[in-house]
């Protein structure tokens, strides 16, 4: 397999996503592609897939691709068999093929090497175990297994757990990965980690999983530009040498910006007072030497010209850097309140599904958090983490049990699945009736609205772009800001890495932990989980 990629760009009509990315993959690499989110890391694997077209540059591929993206959308009706189906179908036509060139070989004028190129890649695709082997992907990704569920009936979730195991069974030449690890718990992980590490093909995987690149990537692709706009490559193993190189590269970035800055700054100040000594000290007595005056003010203006000209010859193309996150400083508690009262509390909680399945149940249990508390909720998929925090948070109904909240607590979440774009409004307009909603809900403090703008979480032209038109990663930046807005005295946060950048989830981890606010954090994360491992653990695994 090879993929060769030079100076690909592509644009939405809204604006530029990709330009001048060069790279190459080959059977044995494993390259994990980062970038701020809204950078075009997913528009990317499209590209290398296929199903986007080119608009600039050339791309060449040798060998089967496959694209497991983030969103999957299925024709209705179909069911978890027919994606099993499609599956080991090519496989089994696969198998047929070398049966039936086996049996029409021809022992002396025959092909005998195309022969042992066709069996290579049965033997290589593993088709007479096709079955158990789609069995075995199902089961160790936690995906559902029953061939009659409808994928229309399942979750964003389990959709894609379904056809990840589908595509690692097939073992493409290119394996295409867009966030694999946002749906997958601990097993999941490791099965999946083992098989990367055991592909034989060529791997390109978008994640924000820290740990994951540092298990299987052989070397960390970059969209966000650097300072001459370009994505980086940094061709050494695993997730800390990157990041080490890109410290590096935003220091010498941040310190040329600097001096350029303060360079422009004393040219510009030189030109401008040039320019007033147009008018200034230089001027002999008015009625003496007119024709000196007025050759000495031509010569001024020269001198004032030549200094724009050297200012604009000599200045470098320095673009600022990227954003930061400016996590605001949130309140405790408010005034009178006494510290040793929780700012909620849970007792016994039970939650049933419409359709009668227990989604939570554990009786006994008081859950108290209190101000400025920490809390970290783990568990496989399935075990009711979700559901928890939505019984915490109030917008759950219990079957059993009992949440008392302090009045006048603020509440800031963040859901897994995150909030559904309001149609064509802006980011702005989406903070502002967010604002107004809190406002006359009594939960905003008008002096006391954080700025979204402030947050260093999305520019001000992404934010006067319509929520629609953003990347899942900017609405999920979106919906942590809309989160902070009223200055929350708790934050429950459900999977808050998913989607993100690794640049963003590096500097949301030490905010979270320095907060004064009460954090409560249900994630799979391992890096998290191990950065946040001095905080009080439930386990409901």
């Known amino acids: 397999m090879q993929l060769v990629a030079s100076d690909l760009s592509y644009a939405y009509p809204e604006h530029p996503v990709l330009r001048g990315v060069d790279l190459r993959v080959s059977d044995g690499m494993r390259l994990g592609v980062v970038g701020e989110n809204g950078s075009g890391k997913s528009t990317l694997l499209h590209l290398l897939a296929g199903t986007l077209p080119l608009q600039g540059g050339r791309l060449q591929r040798h060998g089967s691709a496959a694209l497991v993206t983030q969103e999957l959308t299925e024709a209705a009706g179909r069911t978890v068999g027919d994606l099993v189906a499609d599956t080991l179908a090519d496989l089994r036509a696969l198998a047929t093929d070398l049966q039936r060139a086996a049996e029409a070989f021809d022992h002396d004028r ?18 007479w175990d096709a079955d158990r082997r789609v069995d075995e992907a199902l089961t160790r990704l936690g995906a559902v297994r029953d061939h009659a569920r409808r994928l229309d009936t399942l979750s964003v979730g389990q959709r894609y757990r379904v056809r990840l195991a589908c595509r690692l069974v097939e073992r493409a030449d290119l394996l295409l990965l867009d966030e694999p690890t946002n749906h997958l718990d601990d097993s999941g992980v490791d099965y999946l980690t083992e098989q990367l590490r055991t592909w034989r093909g060529g791997v390109v995987l978008v994640t924000h999983d820290r740990q994951l690149l540092d298990d299987v990537a052989t070397a960390v692709y970059d969209l966000d530009p650097s300072m001459d706009g370009r994505p980086v490559l940094y061709g050494q193993p695993g997730y800390h040498a990157y990041r080490f190189g890109k410290a590096q590269m935003l220091a010498r970035w941040q310190q040329r910006y600097r001096a350029e800055q303060e360079r422009a700054a004393t040219l510009w100040f030189r030109r401008d007072r040039s320019y007033e000594g147009l008018s200034d000290e230089w001027r002999p007595p008015k009625g003496s030497q007119k024709h000196r005056r007025g050759t000495r003010a031509r010569i001024h203006v020269k001198a004032a010209d030549r200094l724009v000209e050297q200012l604009e010859a000599e200045a470098l193309d320095v673009p600022p850097p990227p954003l930061e996150l400016a996590f605001p400083d949130l309140p ?21 599904a419409p359709d009668g399945g227990l989604m ?18 783990v568990g496989p998929n399935g075990t009711g983490k979700s559901t928890l925090l939505s019984a915490l948070t109030g917008t759950g109904t219990l079957a059993r049990g009992t949440r008392t909240l302090r009045p006048g607590v603020r509440l800031g979440t963040v859901a897994q699945e995150g909030r559904v774009p309001d149609g064509a409004r802006s980011g702005f307009d989406t903070y502002a009736a967010e604002a ?12 006391h609205v954080v700025p979204v703008a402030a947050l260093g979480l999305l520019t001000e032209d992404e934010l006067d772009r319509p929520v629609t038109e953003l990347s899942v990663g900017q609405q999920r930046r979106l919906d942590l800001a809309l989160a902070l807005l009223h200055a929350p005295h708790l934050l429950v946060l459900d999977e808050p890495t998913n989607h993100l950048s690794v640049d963003l989830v590096d500097a949301l981890t030490p905010a979270l932990q320095r907060t004064p606010a009460a954090v409560v954090v249900a994630t799979h994360d391992r890096r998290m989980r191990a950065d946040l491992a001095g905080w009080p653990v439930l386990d409901l695994g």
Do not use: I
Not at 360 to 377: C, Y
């Open 110 to 127: 025959g092909d005998l090497r195309a022969l042992g190129e066709l069996l290579g890649r049965v033997e290589h695709l593993a088709a």
């Open 332 to 352: 405790a508690m408010s005034p009178g309140w006494d510290p040793g009262d929780p700012l909620v509390e849970l007792r016994s909680p039970r939650v049933v």
């Open 360 to 377: 939570l149940d554990l009786p006994g249990t008081r859950l108290a958090v209190p101000p400025s508390g920490r809390l970290l909720v």
């Open 436 to 447: 107004l909603t809190l406002l006359d809900r009594g939960e905003l403090d008008p002096d």
